[in-house]
Each structure stands twice: as structure tokens, then as C-alpha cells.
């Protein structure tokens, strides 16, 4: 119960975001990372891809051996990722 306290507002946060697609035409780039254990699987790998369609310029990548906790599971792999990014292009 007590991990689900910020749910409430999360949601309310996501429910209230503009599309992604409408988000995206305001950025100069669109990185999209999805962890490879989720890729093409619901239900986070579902969501990507529906994201994914409705973002077509954006730049995929995989975290390779992840799934939806990478950030606890492997945070140097994707502290790396996220760094090349900002320095990458």
C-alpha cells in the first residue's frame, strides 16, 4: 500500500500530458529507449510501440538485458546511454 501512495497523482500526470506525438513535433529530437526484455511484449513493450508509431522520426534504443527497471537494475547502463545522447549528436 505504501508504494502505491503516489499513484494517484502519477496517473493524474500522465492522463493530463498531451500525446506523444504532439509533445514530439516540439522537439528537436526524440530518443525513445525500451529495455530489450520488454521489446515487442505487453505490457511495457506494447506501449512503446504504440508510442513508437505515433513517433516515427524518433531514434529507438535498446538497452540490451532490460526490461522496465533498468534504471534500478543496470543505472550505470543507463546513465551511459543517456549520456552518450547529450553528447552524441
Same mark, same amino acid.
Given at each position: 500500500?505504501r508504494?502505491? &501512495? *503516489?499513484a494517484?497523482a502519477?496517473l493524474?500526470?500522465?492522463?493530463?500530458? *498531451?500525446p *506523444?506525438?504532439?509533445?514530439a %513535433? &516540439?522537439?528537436? &529530437?526524440?530518443?525513445l529507449?525500451i529495455g530489450?526484455?520488454?521489446?515487442g511484449?505487453?505490457?511495457y513493450g506494447k506501449?512503446?510501440?504504440?508510442? &513508437?508509431? %505515433?513517433?516515427? %522520426? #524518433?531514434e529507438?534504443?535498446?538497452?540490451p538485458?532490460?526490461g522496465?527497471? #533498468?534504471?534500478?537494475?543496470? *543505472?550505470t547502463e543507463?546513465g551511459?546511454?543517456?549520456?552518450?545522447l547529450t553528447?552524441?549528436r
Open positions: 500500500m508504494a502505491s &501512495r *503516489p494517484h502519477e493524474a500526470a500522465l492522463n493530463s500530458a *498531451p *506523444p506525438d504532439q509533445t %513535433r &516540439r522537439a528537436d &529530437r526524440v530518443d529507449i530489450q526484455c520488454n521489446h511484449t505487453a505490457p506501449s512503446f510501440d504504440d508510442v &513508437r508509431q %505515433r513517433v516515427t %522520426r #524518433a529507438v534504443h535498446v538497452l538485458g532490460q522496465h527497471r #533498468a534504471h534500478i537494475q543496470a *543505472p543507463l551511459h546511454l543517456l549520456n552518450g553528447t552524441g
